[in-house]
């Protein structure tokens, strides 16, 4: 069987890691730019959604987003109807760099997908999003605290 997860893995942290480096003068390390990207493009969304969304733990969500917020990138506001609520907006500090993640994703995707037919962009595309839904099950299942069985 071909390692699929392991070149998955292998770009996602090269893609990772350049990122952190590039985004280090605009003081976004450790992949908050992900949150910012998810804050700007859905202003007013709540912390486990953004977590859900970049599937990652709350707890890991959280420095995130409290780094963001002390950094003057996002600024979290009560909801009108529920206190307990806190909605998260980017700041015009964050709407600022936002324009340079998109940019940097942009060059990132052109760059992995050089060479590629359209056809196999889409073919690329759905095969990676049914991969997602596959382990999207297990994540659910583990993050509630189940175990898998191998």
Same mark, same amino acid.
Request: glycine share 6%; net charge positive; hydrophobic share 35%.
């Given at each position: 069987m071909k390692e699929?997860?392991?070149?998955?893995?292998?770009?996602?942290?090269?893609?990772?890691s350049i990122s952190n480096i590039e985004f280090k003068e =605009?003081?976004?390390?450790k992949g908050q730019y992900l949150y910012l990207v998810r804050i700007c493009e859905n202003p007013g969304i709540i912390q486990e959604k953004a977590a859900e969304m970049i599937k990652v733990d709350r707890?890991?969500?959280?420095?995130?987003?409290?780094?963001?917020?002390?950094?003057?990138?996002?600024?979290?506001?009560?909801?009108q109807h529920?206190?307990?609520?806190?909605?998260? $907006?980017?700041?015009?500090?964050?709407?600022?760099? =936002?324009?340079?993640?998109?940019r940097e994703n942009d060059y990132s995707n052109n760059v992995a997908l050089e060479g590629f037919t359209e056809g196999e962009i889409e073919t690329? $595309?759905?095969?990676?999003?049914r991969v997602r839904k596959n382990i999207e099950k297990d994540w659910e299942h583990v993050k509630k605290g189940d175990k898998r069985n191998y």
């Amino acid at each position: 069987m071909k390692e699929i997860l392991r070149e998955i893995g292998m770009i996602a942290r090269a893609l990772d890691s350049i990122s952190n480096i590039e985004f280090k003068e =605009y003081e976004l390390t450790k992949g908050q730019y992900l949150y910012l990207v998810r804050i700007c493009e859905n202003p007013g969304i709540i912390q486990e959604k953004a977590a859900e969304m970049i599937k990652v733990d709350r707890t890991t969500a959280a420095r995130a987003i409290k780094k963001l917020e002390i950094n003057g990138f996002i600024e979290k506001k009560e909801d009108q109807h529920n206190k307990k609520i806190k909605k998260l $907006f980017p700041t015009k500090k964050g709407e600022s760099v =936002y324009p340079l993640i998109k940019r940097e994703n942009d060059y990132s995707n052109n760059v992995a997908l050089e060479g590629f037919t359209e056809g196999e962009i889409e073919t690329i $595309f759905n095969m990676l999003q049914r991969v997602r839904k596959n382990i999207e099950k297990d994540w659910e299942h583990v993050k509630k605290g189940d175990k898998r069985n191998y």
